[in-house]
């Protein structure tokens, strides 16, 4: 038995810790408010084919092609987008930003709205058109009670962009959640993991995206196949909530089909469990349900990929609009990932994107290089910590530690590799990114699904490296951590606050 499985677990945190968890729910809510209105409109990361399709669903318009965006949205995108997240005053005509056109009489800019709305229909394609529906489904819903509420204009884009508010207060919870269940022993870690959720300076917590929904639905079927794991004889319920959060993962992001991957080998290890122990066919009913409801929505999204767009997952068709070609196997080993230098520069691009976003302002990363090698630098530490301690000292872990730490390094090599192969297998061709130049995916909002049991190995790992240091001590570095995401985030982003398109100037 583990030193873990010794120590009385609490099954609450006490009244001083849930306050905790309280305040750093208000403080999320708080810092995705502040952000989020600070932003202007349309940020670089597709802003604007992800808002178009919460306003089609909204009006239960399912799309079946890539399709221009929809008349609703096109005066959105006429007069609230700004030009600034790729182009500096100086590339401007008489060297400076124009005011926003909702500033000035209609008459003086009726023509340059027209022309930036049939600009959009007549060139753009809204190529995430065949994107699985469950964030926009819920935007859509979000977008239509913000007309009920009397919304217009501004006040209303800037109300879709708001539902992240409640969206990262839950996702603190569920943080909380989880590491009470896997460390119910180690008051550090339970406090730590939805703090560092809290304080995340993650640019896609500030846009209208569907990566949003990744980490609360991968979060919460990391948490039910933990509980599933640790029964012998799974209830309906379990199984039926497992199956429904493993559906949500995949109805939310088609990039979460690593993390996918990796729960499949996980329930796989389970039924073998039972086998061994003589107890799968008591469990074959809930078993059932699990799979009914995990497969049946996935079945139903990708026949109809397979009906509107061609192919099971959709991805033909962007591939297609982006200008991508697959490359021939035996180029595939040229690519410059197999290089030291490309290596480092695919894995410092997707942690320090993982932390911060990938934002452009003046067509210029909006980051720091030096914050940037920080956040490399601690994750990397950090988990080499926390994975030595668990190959080293096992017995220091409880079981359910020690399935939590290999399912959460097994999804973090899982979604790494799947970057690399989809860097590897294509020829960007002309496009922006990837590219040729630079053929590497560094998008790390596009691993945001496993950041929970990320958080877990990462809190881990720091609490391992502060072993020796008093509670009291561990809690004040703790802090200074935090501090430090929050002060280098308004440094990096204190240009833009501002800016007269954004929330506050309306």
């Not at 508010?165 to 460390?183: C, K, M």
């Not at 970057?419 to 130049?437: E, G, I, K, N």
Request: hydrophobic share 55%; charged share 10%; aromatic share 16%.
């Amino acid at each position: 038995m583990s030193v873990a499985e010794n120590i009385p677990s609490p099954v609450l945190p006490d009244a001083c810790e849930r306050r905790v968890l309280l305040l750093l729910c208000l403080f999320a809510a708080a810092h995705v408010f502040v952000f989020s209105a600070t932003f202007p409109f349309f940020n670089v990361v597709d802003e604007q084919v992800h808002f178009d399709l919460a306003v089609r669903y909204s009006q239960g318009d399912l799309p079946r092609a890539l399709t221009p965006p929809c008349a609703e949205a096109l005066p959105f995108i006429g007069i609230f987008g700004t030009v600034e997240y790729l182009w500096p005053p100086a590339s401007q005509p008489g060297g400076r930003i124009v005011p926003p056109v909702w500033k000035q009489p209609f008459s003086l800019v009726a023509d340059t709205i027209r022309a930036k709305e049939k600009l959009w229909f007549n060139v753009v394609k809204n190529h995430e058109a065949s994107q699985p529906p469950l964030y926009y489904s819920v935007a859509g819903a979000w977008w239509r009670f913000g007309k009920l509420l009397g919304l217009d204009g501004g006040q209303l884009l800037y109300w879709l962009r708001f539902l992240n508010i409640p969206l990262l207060v839950a996702l603190v919870w569920l943080g909380g959640i989880a590491a009470r269940l896997v460390f119910s022993e180690n008051q550090f870690i339970r406090v730590a993991v939805p703090a560092l959720i809290a304080f995340m300076p993650q640019t896609t917590f500030y846009a209208i995206n569907n990566d949003i929904f990744s980490p609360l639905a991968f979060g919460a079927a990391f948490v039910l196949l933990l509980k599933l794991w640790q029964t012998d004889a799974p209830s309906p319920r379990l199984a039926a909530a497992t199956g429904l959060a493993l559906a949500a993962t995949f109805l939310t992001k088609i990039s979460n089909l690593p993390l996918l991957a990796v729960a499949g080998i996980f329930l796989t290890l389970k039924f073998f469990r039972l086998a061994q122990a003589g107890q799968l066919r008591p469990a074959t009913p809930s078993l059932g349900i699990l799979a009914a409801c995990a497969g049946l929505p996935m079945a139903a999204w990708m026949t109809w990929c397979k009906l509107s767009f061609g192919d099971f997952t959709g991805s033909v068709l962007k591939i297609q609009f982006l200008g991508w070609t697959h490359k021939p196997f035996a180029e595939w080993f040229q690519h410059p990932i197999f290089s030291p230098t490309g290596c480092w520069y695919f894995l410092k691009g997707n942690l320090a994107t993982f932390w911060q976003g990938e934002l452009l302002w003046q067509r210029k990363p909006l980051t720091f290089p030096l914050v940037d090698l920080i956040y490399v630098g601690l994750t990397l530490t950090l988990l080499l910590i926390g994975l030595a301690a668990w190959l080293k000292r096992p017995g220091l872990y409880s079981a359910t530690q020690r399935t939590a730490m290999w399912f959460g390094f097994t999804c973090l090599a899982a979604v790494f590799a799947f970057f690399a192969l989809l860097s590897v297998m294509f020829d960007f061709q002309d496009c922006f990114y990837p590219s040729r130049a630079h053929p590497f995916f560094i998008s790390g909002r596009l691993m945001l699904g496993m950041l929970i049991p990320f958080l877990l190995l990462f809190a881990c790992g720091l609490d391992r490296a502060l072993g020796t240091f008093s509670r009291a001590a561990k809690f004040t570095l703790l802090t200074a951590l935090l501090v430090f995401m929050l002060a280098s985030e308004i440094s990096i982003d204190w240009q833009i606050f501002p800016n007269e398109y954004n929330w506050f100037h309306l």
